[in-house]
């Protein structure tokens, strides 16, 4: 138990659906994060959220919409995804903050929503 | 561009020791992190180095080398339940975490 919980924990979905993933964290934490996880790839950044304000968007496609309500909730809303989109889908958090002033620190991950786009 | 390499996997024998290597060409460099991840599980803290030298943890230690741009991981006294994939990431001057793809360790009887 990492105190990250990740809902649902395997989604199948067709390419003309609408599906989102959920993240809840009961850490304090004040930074989120969306991490793909892709089989013998790097974990690839998505979205990070600190104190509830989007700080990253690697470039992700605008068919996975993240939102972030309060700092212990996160979203990812999909819809008309691909078959290349399926993978492990990782939620994270952390202390969050400026790193400068002792912030961000280590990442706390959920144990992921494995998504199989048909 | 910015890059982590570690080996893809390895395999041990219990009780034995192990190395995981880490080299890494970053843009400049805030510290080090291993994760560790059982299958189908989330990754989990190992260790964090950010001076140059040996940190030890029980059976694990974790060694770093800034001028080389290197790191390791030992494990020593190995166990069965330590098969799983072992996570290498580098914050660059910028505070983002690079990823390494991972090596996954595959332990014998």
């Known amino acids: 138990e990492t105190g990250v919980t990740q809902t649902p924990r395997h989604l199948v979905m067709g390419m003309t659906n609408k599906k989102s993933l959920k993240c809840e964290q009961h850490l304090g934490h004040n930074a989120m994060y969306w991490y793909k996880q892709s089989a013998k790839k790097p974990l690839e950044l998505m979205f990070v959220?600190?104190?509830?304000?989007?700080?990253e968007n690697n470039s992700v496609p605008s068919r996975f919409s993240p939102e972030c309500p309060n700092s212990s909730h996160l979203f990812l809303h999909l819809h008309t995804l691909q078959p290349e989109d399926s993978a492990l889908y990782l939620c994270a958090s952390s202390q969050g903050g400026d790193p400068l002033a002792g912030g961000a620190g280590e990442l706390f991950f959920g144990e992921g929503s494995r998504l199989t786009v048909l | 561009g910015q890059n982590i390499d570690q080996p893809t996997e390895m395999t041990a024998t219990e009780g034995a020791i192990v190395q995981i290597n880490c080299t890494y060409q970053t843009s400049g460099f805030n510290g080090l992190f291993w994760y560790q991840q059982h299958a189908g599980e989330a990754p989990t803290f190992l260790s964090y180095?950010?001076l140059d030298g040996l940190e030890e943890k029980g059976r694990f230690s974790s060694f770093l080398s800034r001028s080389k741009g290197y790191s390791y991981l030992l494990l020593k006294e190995l166990q069965m339940k330590d098969s799983a994939s072992y996570l290498c990431?580098?914050?660059?001057?910028?505070?983002?975490?690079?990823w390494g793809a991972g090596t996954k360790l595959i332990i014998k009887p």
């Open positions: 180095n950010v």
């Open positions: 990431a580098v914050t660059d001057s910028n505070y983002q975490l690079i």
């Open positions: 959220y600190n104190f509830k304000e989007q700080t």
